[in-house]
T-cell receptor
């Protein structure tokens, strides 16, 4: 069964605004990662948060993790047109090496 | 100096054919993966290889077979292609035990 569920499935905002995407998962995890996929391209790793961390920052990205609710959020501040992409959360847990991805949020930044 | 490369980028073929997709990484990683992304953009792992040994095999048909001539390459062979095999296939690599994976650009397979 699918591990992660992103919410919303699609998000359209104006350039300069903040974008928040949420992810829920079902099983125990060692860490949770966020990846970005530009249209027609491969996935690029953005940020990783470990199960014992609650918040992490990287540039304009802020990730939170609530293991009690099995959820994470990705905040992109001061959005730019180049942030238009699909964003996926992914988890690794239980000793498996492969990533289990959510369905993704398609983010559109209107110029 | 591409990190993870795949060929071909596009593949259009008839049902019933056999095809291969190649993947190469120059990152010195010891683990490689194949993922399938369907038309709804859902990504699912198919295989992973570590030191030439299969360590994950999700429930994929045995028409799909990964082949790794060395730890820098993991090719995907698909026999008797079916319409439902149409998807984007991504190769990825990592160091065993490392959490971050590096993805190739994808191969868009269309079965007619």
């Amino acid at each position: 069964s699918q591990q992660g569920e992103e919410d919303p499935q699609a998000l359209s905002i104006q350039e300069g605004e903040n974008a928040t995407m949420n992810c829920s998962y079902k099983t125990s995890i060692n860490n949770l990662q966020w990846y970005r996929q530009n249209s027609g391209r491969g996935l690029v790793h953005l940020i990783l948060i470990r199960s014992n961390e609650r918040e992490k920052h990287s540039g304009r990205l802020r990730v939170t993790l609530d293991t009690s609710k099995k959820s994470s959020s990705l905040l992109i501040t001061a959005s730019r047109a180049a942030d238009t992409a699909s964003y996926f959360c992914a988890t690794v847990g239980g000793g498996a090496d492969g990533l289990t991805f959510g369905k993704g949020t398609h983010l559109i930044i209107q110029p | 100096d591409t990190a993870v490369s795949q060929t071909p980028k596009y593949l259009v073929t008839q049902m019933g054919n056999d095809k291969s997709i190649k993947c190469e990484q120059n990152l010195g990683h010891d683990t490689m993966y194949w993922y399938k992304q369907d038309s709804k953009k859902f990504l699912k792992i198919m295989f992973s290889y570590n030191n030439k040994e299969l360590i994950i095999n999700e429930t994929v048909p045995n028409r799909f077979s990964p082949k790794s001539p060395d730890k820098a390459h993991l090719n995907l062979h698909i026999n008797s292609l079916e319409l439902g095999d149409s998807a984007v296939y991504f190769c990825a690599s990592s160091l065993r035990g490392a959490e971050t994976q590096y993805f190739g650009p994808g191969t868009r397979l269309l079965v007619l």
